[in-house]
């Protein structure tokens, strides 16, 4: 069974440009959270999302920041116009209903 | 809004050293509570958790943690430490809102270096 799966696993971009990250959960959770790790920080929650809902958004910043997680394909966290606080690594996690969260290998956000 | 700390940021052990690393959390509803761990260049691993019954947790690799409510406490202990355990140690607590798990709180991390 294949684990979290993030992609890309590391993205460069210019003060202004999008980004967008891609969590494809475990096979079977249909739950999905994203966090973000700044340097020297522990992991802040952002938002958790099911299939085609967001339950939780109280951790995404109010603007440039989206979530999506639709009924096919991965769940996409998607920062427009981009500035350089946001260069930090953004991790994915899945949870099946025990509700034990399992994180993909993040991905790593430069903001030049 | 829950909080969670964990005392020491930095941890220096020789092999086969005794580990306790403290966690403490702020929130007075019921938790579910976690050990993850970030070896180098890898990412997080779920170590141990805690939903309800015994408070003695057993995890991977020889650890374990124990959940003291009155203290609102869930250290991760470890009786001999190996070079292997080199890396960073986060807890983290969740609150079950009825509708799924809530988003997880972590703490800072503890750096935990093994020196052989």
């Known amino acids: 069974n294949a684990g979290v799966m993030q992609n890309p696993r590391h993205l460069v971009r210019r003060r202004g440009q999008e980004a967008r990250l891609r969590c494809s959960p475990m096979k079977g959770h249909s739950h999905v959270y994203w966090y973000r790790q700044l340097p020297e920080e522990g992991l802040k929650f952002m938002v958790y999302l099911q299939k085609e809902n967001i339950i939780d958004e109280s951790g995404m910043p109010k603007e440039r920041f989206s979530a999506e997680f639709p009924k096919e394909g991965p769940s996409i966290l998607r920062i427009q116009q981009v500035v350089r606080g946001d260069s930090a690594a953004y991790f994915c996690?899945?949870?099946?209903?025990?509700?034990?969260?399992?994180f993909g290998p993040g991905t790593r956000l430069l903001v030049l | 809004a829950q909080s969670v700390s964990q005392h020491n940021h930095h941890v220096i052990l020789s092999e086969a050293a005794s580990l306790e690393l403290g966690c403490n959390y702020s929130?007075?509803?019921?938790?579910?509570l976690f050990w993850y761990v970030q070896y180098p260049g890898q990412h997080l691993q779920l170590l141990l958790k805690y939903f309800s019954g015994d408070p003695l947790v057993k995890g991977i690799k020889g650890f374990e943690a124990e959940f003291i409510k009155s203290k609102f406490s869930f250290n991760l202990r470890k009786p001999s430490v190996q070079w292997s355990d080199t890396a960073e140690y986060f807890c983290?607590?969740?609150?079950?809102?009825?509708?799924?798990?809530?988003?997880?709180?972590f703490g800072k991390g503890t750096h935990l270096i093994i020196q052989p």
């Open positions: 996690a899945s949870s099946p209903p025990d509700e034990t969260q399992y």
């Open positions: 929130y007075g509803g019921t938790v579910n």
């Open positions: 983290a607590v969740t609150t079950y809102s009825g509708g799924g798990a809530d988003g997880l709180t």
